[in-house]
């Protein structure tokens, strides 16, 4: 990577000390992301191993809410330890989120089922996942942070773009890995083989722990710590002092939160699309976006060492730029050379919901208790479980729903009078006439193999990971530009941790609820388009140049 980027303009070679410093903190903070896009990949599995008692549909939404709920609690991890990182100083501070880190996903690979112990297992699999989220919440910071205080003028975007690489090379590890247990595994990987990844990750955090000691205290924070220049209360003077507090929201809404729906659309939303949406074996769809992050990866030093050249502003609008003008395009594409018999049965034989809107419900119950079982969810459920594209026409009120397919039309049945036993075999004739109806109407289970044009989508999923590098490439020297040394570790992270906890965490959850909702593939993709334009515009009017700023004040 290194000879890479020193090609490009304002990036020279790196002094020993400076390699040190990289890659102390960049390899902690691969096993870091490691850990945590581990549930991410997995999320398929565990809504079958944890949220088996919900509906299949709510299933994978509450899987994906539990993924979403460590991003939640980001922020909350930005104050508490960004607060600790400018008191008491980097290097100790993202030591500790690594330890919890670290040892919170290694409990997962030992916990219980649902079927062991009920609801107390997604209980403790959230708890885990907020102590994930808050560790992670104070780990970029202080990367990003010390990185940069290290940097000598002109290089800081260079530098801090090896930080950048990390998460991705912690999606990708932890892809190579669930790989590698699929392939030795077979079968037995859905069962119980899904747990060693996540015991992996005892080992790396111990190699993690072994590697931040070796580091010293950003020079920075040690120079304002002898002048007495440190903060007494870095949260009032990041977020209650309207000087700083109004960069910190134009950071969010200018900077980050565009990042972080165009980084988590890049990959993770990119991944669901595939299998759940194309119903792509989850084999090749890993093994794509992989190729297209070992291809993508290194323009993430490209585009930090270039925003030491003109900016760091102008790169990471233009990415918001690209994506929101051409994701529905790509995104349509990847259908095409992804599963096309499914672009082809929507055409020719399309699907119509035709149920009374109003009892037509949002099917997303984050506790488990509702039960779906009116004409409409029952369609829907089982439409948006295969896959199958529709779209609705509203019927007179108290009707009961049905699916039109093609020229064929299948009557529903209403759930909510029938027992178990009665619902269950209701709804197994009803499945059973709904799966031959789309199957002659040429509505596939799974993409054919023989039909999938893999050179067309890596390069349509590489384009996508380029977006991403963009956009984060320099994004961390931008914002530690931004923000005065005393305050800085504080400042920068929570408008970032805001933006990917909850701009990005939220959006594979978000969009496959409107996918499920309206019956359209492409719905979900409104979010991250909608959130791009609207960084884009408050970027270019208010935020402003950084890369010549002094950051020792």
Not at 301 to 310: E, K, M, P, Q, T
Not at 460 to 465: A, G, K, N
Request: overall charge positive; charged content about 10%; proline content about 5%.
């Amino acid at each position: 990577m290194a000879s890479t980027a020193a090609s490009m303009p304002g990036a020279k070679p790196l002094t020993t000390g400076h390699k040190r410093v990289i890659i102390a903190s960049s390899i902690g903070t691969v096993f870091e992301w490691y850990d945590f896009y581990l549930y991410g990949s997995l999320a398929a599995i565990i809504a079958k191993q944890f949220f088996s008692g919900l509906n299949p549909t709510s299933g994978f939404i509450f899987a994906l809410l539990a993924f979403a709920a460590g991003f939640a609690v980001r922020p909350f991890g930005a104050i508490i330890f960004g607060r600790l990182g400018d008191l008491i100083g980097r290097k100790y501070t993202f030591l500790i989120t690594i330890v919890i880190m670290g040892l919170s996903t290694f409990l997962v690979g030992v916990l219980p089922t649902y079927a062991s112990i009920g609801v107390a297992a997604p209980i403790m699999l959230i708890v885990l996942r907020l102590l994930q989220g808050l560790a992670l919440g104070g780990e970029y910071g202080g990367a990003a942070t010390y990185v940069a205080e290290h940097a000598p003028p002109g290089k800081r975007g260079f530098y801090t773009s090896f930080i950048q690489i990390t998460a991705t090379f912690g999606l990708f590890l932890s892809l190579i890995v669930i790989l590698l247990c699929r392939k030795l595994l077979g079968a037995e990987f859905d069962t119980w083989g899904w747990r060693i990844p996540f015991l992996i990750s005892f080992v790396l955090l111990g190699v993690s722990v072994w590697i931040r000691l070796q580091l010293n205290e950003s020079p920075l924070f040690q120079q304002m710590k002898a002048e007495g220049r440190q903060s007494k209360a870095p949260l009032t003077e990041s977020f209650a002092r309207w000087n700083n507090g109004k960069i910190v929201l134009l950071a969010l809404f200018g900077a980050t939160a565009g990042q972080a729906v165009v980084w988590y659309c890049g990959q993770f939303y990119a991944l669901f699309y595939l299998t759940q949406t194309l119903k792509i074996e989850a084999v090749t769809a890993n093994l794509l976006i992989a190729g297209a992050l070992l291809i993508a990866t290194p323009f993430f030093v490209v585009f930090g060492a270039l925003s030491d050249r003109i900016g760091r502003k102008p790169i990471i609008m233009l990415g918001c730029l690209l994506a929101m003008l051409t994701y529905f395009p790509i995104f349509k594409a990847l259908t095409h050379y992804g599963n096309p018999a499914i672009e082809v049965a929507a055409q020719t034989n399309p699907v119509t919901v035709v149920a009374d809107p109003d009892a037509c419900t949002f099917q997303f119950d984050p506790v488990g208790k509702k039960a779906f079982k009116s004409s409409c969810d029952i369609v829907k459920s089982v439409l948006a479980k295969g896959g199958v594209p529709y779209v609705n026409e509203p019927a007179g009120s108290g009707s009961v729903a049905s699916v039109k397919v093609g020229a064929t039309t299948i009557a529903s049945f209403e759930g909510a009078s029938l027992d178990a036993a009665a619902f269950k075999t209701q709804s197994d004739a009803f499945n059973a006439q709904l799966k031959s109806a789309l199957t002659s109407a040429g509505y596939p289970e799974k993409a054919d193999p023989a039909r999938i044009n893999t050179p067309m989508l890596l390069l349509l999923l590489t384009i996508l990971v380029i977006y991403v590098t963009m956009v984060y490439g320099p994004i961390a020297a931008w914002l530690v530009e931004l923000f005065p040394t005393r305050i800085r570790y504080t400042s920068m992270s929570l408008p970032y941790h805001i933006g990917n906890g909850w701009f990005g965490g939220f959006l594979p959850t978000t969009a496959f609820a409107l996918v499920a909702w309206t019956g359209n593939i492409y719905s979900g993709l409104w979010y991250p388009v909608i959130v791009a334009a609207m960084t884009f515009v408050i970027g270019i009017l208010f935020l402003p140049e950084t890369k010549d700023v002094d950051i020792s004040k």
